[in-house]
């Protein structure tokens, strides 16, 4: 601000100043949508990107770009989270140069990176390319005190083999949302076993998160919003205090509680899928209809709270919209406290 | 001829010619103006308030203010009258004094005809504008034509109405400076002229909130539509010429442009009333450092309080419409400019950055500037050359008819400077071989 | 007779019988060719379109729910029908109606389903957004939609996001193409009320 007439002290200064910015207009909403008050402060913090679909940049020049900005925005995070966790499909169709691209634009983050597969991913190659980039789909690892488990809970039946599909036949059933030929996503006994096996060491009051692709709940079958052995799967997480469970796939804001058990979406980079016709759990406070004039309208990216008994504040960075919280108050409260914001659009 | 006759010189005549030079020589800069006749210039490169208000009276003859302006929807039009501000001559009348008077700026040298000149667009056609003692704002000042639809005024829309806005630039101390409403008021109360104006159109005595209807009245009667492109939708193919139609075709296609410039008969304005971030503040080097830095201290103090000390600070302005929100989504937006008689008010966006309509167009074909507030609908358009210059004739059909020889002169400088140099432009970006987000990817900060 | 003029009337003896023989020989060629030559035709359009000669609408039900169109059997029982000349309707009517109507929403569901079909260059297809046509909203045209600057009817919301999510050129408004795949959204949308202008 240039030099002004000297009879101006600072609190009229401000006040005429107040008035030029006609701020009588003006009503103070707070910036941030965080909740937790300071002697619940989380403990420490992630941030996710998650389903991108990528084609090759000169096919589809979009979905690289999307994932690009994603890996801005965490970078410009401050603080800084202690790492990003990627949810899977960061490929379209499998293809080796969609994985290597993928894994090229992720290679520019800034913390380091913690990914899981999807079924994208998986089904050209049967994971081939992806375990050459990035190891076994399944695992876990333990990070300040809480034990997170990564699984592949996309393991589908064999439908190809009787029909004689190819390869990229297989992947291309498996990519269609609502292709009713494909099978229902699985977990699977041999993963289950494992996941039996790597938590037997736990206390029932271990802070515990695990990702998986899919919801491990069963929200709509036609979508493979779903995961079949989700009942057994369940079960081996029930002697818990608390477990958080966040997965991709779904492109949205959604929320569950069943049990013990706190579930959350997350965004997708590249498109917004819509609600499910039916199954919705009654937690989830939908976001707002995407609008189709704005590309990036209904994704982005985020960021997980972790507090120390290993319940999350899920922060939804959406573009162009102010981000929403799903406070851990709320799945603890069964949806009565820390209510997030309404959509102004509703689903129909 | 005899040689008595050529020498035989008329004195009158040289006596005359002797005083018109010495006025020549006197009187202040003169320029040649948008009609080729001589614009006379008053203060901070204005032309002066006499001259504007013979001018204005050739552009409105008269009309009767109280019905709506032809070529509005009577129904629209009426949701925009405030109120406590019918119009009517009186008040229409009052506001055209208050719009060209000098007395309410602290030095007597300023009016809102200063920015917002009858000759130059009713704007100011500079990057930003000038305020008493030499100011410079921050931002680029918009046109007073056609603002009666617009929904908020002011770029980042902090005004409800116009009646709200006129009397803000009043009391800004680097535009005209007054100390206070009661000032501005004070500065023209004695005036038996204004006594009787003020009684007649809203039977008080002169007082600021009146200062700011009135000339909200004498503004809602701008109305400036009749453009060549306007007789094309009423049917008159042959009004605007072929790039001009194709032009039109691209800003409903592949060019996007509707998507936030809505034009149609409710709303014949050429914007959404909307707010984006559009990647011209991008540009600016510290905008996003400046962008966290007012989050997290607004995250500390979220008091109105707090905003407006941040908001005074110079460079908290190119955030936007995110001071008088604090919506995160609204970092670096401004509203979507209006595109009815774009063409004569350079230079463009909020900061006045893009000196020409080229510029503007290489600015969105390459889908703006990359930054972690960007609107999702700036994408790389890939658009020719050609197309380019079909929008640009297009965006010079919306300039209103009494505007055309202004409009013929800014189509020559433009498209002279825009044949010079093309610094926004970038054609790798454009047709998508490079993305956008690659650079800021691969060269984080640590 | 000379035998010169004999000669002559030998040369062309042999020629008329010559040229009989030929004319005999072509003849049966000639009969045959009309249904040699619908035989190739019918064998190139097949290789054109092979899935016209196969199971195509089977297989796309077999990968996507699409809702059947109404059924018309009611209106064989009413007891007018059976004296009207136009009215008198027959199973074969139902099953008719049912068959052709179900063709095209079917085609539509596949045309939705690909990019290629679409037209699209991004590799983007329409059920990316709309998975069994979900958030299409075909009840709420016609409505003013500001960013296309007109009164769009469901047609013509299809061919924006064609041009722009799709990336992909128009279609005609009366295209084969346009046609199924209003047809196929249309008829995944049976039963909700129409609510037209509802943004």
């Known amino acids: 601000m240039r030099a002004h007439s000297q009879s101006l002290d600072r609190r009229s200064f401000l006040k005429r100043s107040a008035a030029a910015l006609g701020a009588a207009a003006f009503v103070p909403v707070r910036v941030a949508q965080s909740a937790p008050d300071a002697k619940d402060a989380p403990a420490f913090r992630f941030a996710y990107i998650s389903d991108s679909h ?287 914001p309404k959509p102004n659009r509703p689903s129909y | 001829m005899s040689r008595r006759q050529v020498l035989r010189v008329p004195v009158g005549r040289v006596a005359l010619g002797a005083a018109l ?58 949701a925009f009258v405030p109120k406590d501000n019918e119009p009517n001559e009186k008040r229409v009348a009052l506001g055209r004094k208050l719009y060209f008077d000098t007395r309410l700026s602290k030095d007597g040298t300023m009016a809102c005809a200063t920015c917002h000149d009858v000759t130059r667009g009713f704007t100011d056609q500079r990057k930003v504008s000038e305020g008493i003692k030499a100011q410079l704002g921050q931002r680029n000042a918009p046109t007073v034509l056609n603002t009666a639809l617009l929904e908020t005024v002011f770029l980042d829309g902090r005004s409800p109405t116009l009646d709200h806005q006129a009397k803000q630039p009043i009391v800004n101390p680097i535009e005209m400076g007054m100390p206070d409403g009661e000032a501005a ?13 003020f009684q007649e159109a809203y039977g008080r005595p002169v007082n600021y909130e009146d200062i700011g209807r009135a000339i909200g009245a004498f503004e809602r009667t701008l109305v400036f539509i009749a453009s060549p492109f306007r007789r094309f939708l009423e049917g008159d193919k042959a009004a605007i010429s072929t790039d001009a139609r194709a032009g039109w075709d691209l800003f409903n296609g592949k060019a996007r442009c509707v998507s936030c410039h809505h034009m149609n008969l409710s709303n014949p304005l050429g914007t959404d009333n909307r707010f984006h971030n559009i990647g011209v503040s991008a540009r600016h080097q510290d905008f996003e450092a400046l962008a966290g830095k007012a989050q997290k201290l607004l995250k500390e103090d979220p008091s109105e309080k707090k905003l407006d000390e941040l908001a005074l600070s110079t460079p908290m302005s190119e955030l936007g419409r995110f001071m008088v929100t604090k919506n995160r989504s609204d970092i670096g937006s401004f509203r979507t400019s209006m595109l009815l008689n774009t063409a004569i008010t350079p230079p463009y966006m909020h900061d006045g950055s893009l000196p020409t309509l080229w510029d503007v167009m290489d600015h969105y074909n390459k889908g703006g500037e990359a930054s972690l507030f960007l609107d999702g609908g700036m994408e790389p358009l890939a658009l020719t050359e050609a197309e380019i210059g079909q929008v640009v004739a297009f965006l010079f059909s919306l300039t209103d008819q009494r505007f055309a020889t202004e409009n013929a002169r800014q189509f020559a400088v433009q498209k002279a400077a825009a044949s010079r140099v093309r610094p926004f432009r970038d054609l790798q970006i454009a047709n998508r071989r490079k993305l956008a987000f690659e650079d800021r990817i691969k060269n984080p900060v640590k | 007779m000379s035998s010169d003029t004999k000669r002559a009337i030998a040369i062309v003896a042999c020629v008329v019988v010559a040229g009989v023989l ?57 007891e007018q029908g059976k004296s009207h000349v136009y009215g008198n309707y027959s199973e074969r009517d139902v099953l008719m109606w049912g068959r052709e109507t179900e063709k095209l929403v079917v085609e539509g569901s596949r045309i939705f389903h690909s990019a290629d079909r679409l037209g699209g260059t991004i590799g983007v297809s329409c059920d990316m957004c709309h998975p069994d046509a979900a958030n299409t909203h075909p009840e709420t045209y016609p409505k003013f939609q500001a960013q296309m600057g007109r009164v769009a009817l469901l047609r013509d919301m299809i061919n924006w996001c064609i041009q722009h999510p799709v990336r992909g050129k128009a279609l005609a408004p009366d295209s084969p193409e346009m046609r199924a795949v209003e047809a196929y959204i249309l008829a995944q949308r049976k039963g909700i009320a129409l609510d037209y202008g509802k943004h």
Not at chain 1, 240 to 258: A, K, Y
Not at chain 1, 302 to 318: C, F, M, R
């Open chain 2, 21 to 78: 030079l010495a006025v020549a020589l006197l009187r202040p800069t003169v320029s040649q103006g948008a009609e080729g006749a001589a614009v006379p210039k008053g203060e901070h490169g204005a032309a002066k308030m006499d001259f504007q208000l013979q001018e204005l009276a050739k552009l409105v003859p008269g009309a009767d203010v109280s019905q709506v302006p032809a070529g509005f929807d009577p129904m629209i039009w009426q």
């Open chain 3, 22 to 78: 030929v004319g005999c020989l072509e003849r049966p060629k000639q009969a045959q060719a009309p249904a040699a030559i619908a035989a190739d035709h019918m064998a190139q359009w097949k290789q054109r379109n092979p899935d016209q000669a196969n199971r195509w609408v089977e297989e796309e039900r077999e990968r996507h729910k699409i809702q059947p169109p109404a059924d018309n059997s009611p209106l064989l029982k009413a």
């Open chain 2, 185 to 197: 008021a004070k500065a023209i109360a004695g005036d038996a002229d204004y006594q009787k104006a």
């Open chain 1, 54 to 340: 990528l084609y090759a940049k000169d096919l589809n020049d979009r979905f690289a770009r999307a994932l690009m900005r994603a890996v801005d925005d965490v970078n410009n995070l401050d603080p800084q989270p202690d790492f990003v966790f990627y949810g899977g499909d960061l490929a379209q169709l499998g293809q080796a140069h969609e994985l290597e691209l993928g894994a090229q634009i992720l290679k520019n983050l800034k913390a380091p990176l913690k990914i899981m597969v999807g079924e994208h991913d998986w089904y050209l190659d049967m994971g081939a390319k992806w375990r050459e980039l990035y190891g076994e789909p399944t695992y876990s690892f333990d990070h300040k005190g809480v034990h997170f488990v990564v699984l592949m809970s996309v393991v589908e039946a064999d439908f190809w083999t009787k029909r004689g599909l190819t390869p990229m036949q297989r992947m291309l059933t498996v990519a269609g949302l609502d292709n009713g030929v494909q099978s229902s996503f699985t977990v699977g006994a041999e993963q289950r076993a494992w996941l039996q096996k790597d938590l037997e060491k736990l206390p029932n009051n271990a802070p515990l998160i695990v990702f998986s692709h899919s919801p491990l709940y069963k929200l709509y079958k036609n979508w493979n919003f779903w995961t079949d052995d989700a009942d057994e799967v369940q079960a081996i997480l029930k002697r818990f205090e608390r477990v958080v469970v966040i997965h991709g796939h779904t492109h949205q804001i959604l929320t569950n509680r069943i049990g013990n058990i706190h579930f959350h979406g997350l965004l997708s980079t590249a498109w917004p899928w819509p609600y499910a016709p039916q199954g919705m759990p009654e937690l989830t406070i939908q976001m707002s209809r995407p609008d189709p004039f704005n590309p990036n309208d209904g994704c982005g990216d985020g960021e997980v709270l972790v507090h120390a008994d290993g319940l999350v504040d899920k922060v939804y960075s959406l573009w162009n919209r102010n981000p929403i919280t799903v406070a851990k108050g709320y799945t603890a409260s069964g949806g009565k406290e820390c209510v997030p």
